[in-house]
């Protein structure tokens, strides 16, 4: 039986009971932690670009604007004057809205009516509002001489580069094939009015960018026999040419109603200049009917200035 150790023992004291101490609890110290160190990542470094050989002015910064290559046309000597001019052109690659400091002007005709200069053509961001179509003419500053589409279109009114007027209209063009067309569109009594259209031949769509009023030479008005076209670059600061998107576009020999242009000539009018964008090229292919303009990038020229007949 076991006894308890609270009662008495037999030789008859009292024994206090024992007591068991408490074990203190041993601690065992947790190790420091050691503080993790995250490693800073290395820095990735540009590659340098790699110049290349004898092409040293693709890194020379360029003051724009600049128009370096040109296609000219021209008709027959005495050829009347037109009532309509018209022509078609390829887009092959969409350079977009590429800077908001610089862009490109696709100037798809210059000429004159009544002795009045006049150009239009397609741009890259149209004062700051995206692609558009842009349409002027000179010797006013009088926008009664404008009409436009009040619902994506506008006017602009500048003595920047000489007085002037325009029409512009928001249009997303993209790499594809159109026809831009310019024809009278109204006569008034102190002028007459020439309308701008551009077809999408791909879409088969047209829109009309704007119209503006020429003054009056006998009695009428009249689109001179002769053209060009040429991509502008525009825009500030300086730039290196090698930084500007290379961009190809195509012209075809225009129309003044309905007779095609029967000589022409390649020109790179401003190669003497400090200012010069040697990254550029423009030649016509007699087997397509169109000359290829291409601007930027490593760009380099296949062939010198030319005169061609084209009939």
Known sequence: MRMSPFLPSSSGST??????????????????????????????????????????????PIS?????AYMFWRWEEGQDAFRELATDFT????????????????????NQISGVGFYFGVQTDANGRGKALIYSRWATRDLANARYSESDGWTQSSGREGDF??????????AGDYRVRIADDGLEEDGEWFGLWITDLNADET????????????????????????IELYGNPEIRPIDIPRWHVSVSR?????????WGSTRYPYDDSENALFNSDV????????????IGGPTERDIPEQVIDFR
């Open 64 to 68: 724009p604007p600049m128009a370096p």
């Open 15 to 60: 024994q206090s009971p024992t007591t068991v101490p408490t074990p203190e609890p041993t601690h065992t110290p947790l190790p420091s932690p050691i503080p993790t160190v995250t490693a800073l990542p290395t820095p990735t470094l540009a590659p340098t670009q790699t110049r290349m050989p004898g092409r040293d002015y693709l890194y020379d």
């Open 91 to 110: 887009i092959h690659n969409d350079v977009g809205d590429w800077s908001d400091e610089h862009g490109y002007y696709l100037i798809l005709l210059q």
């Open 283 to 294: 030649k016509y292919d007699p087997l397509e009917h169109r000359a290829h303009l291409v």
């Open 254 to 262: 225009p129309s003044g109603d309905g007779k095609r242009s029967e």
């Open 207 to 230: 829109t009309w960018i704007g119209s503006l009023k020429f003054p009056l030479a006998d009695g009428g008005a009249r689109i001179q026999p002769y053209s060009n076209a040429t």
């Open 165 to 174: 007027i325009g029409v512009r209209r928001n249009y997303d063009w993209g």
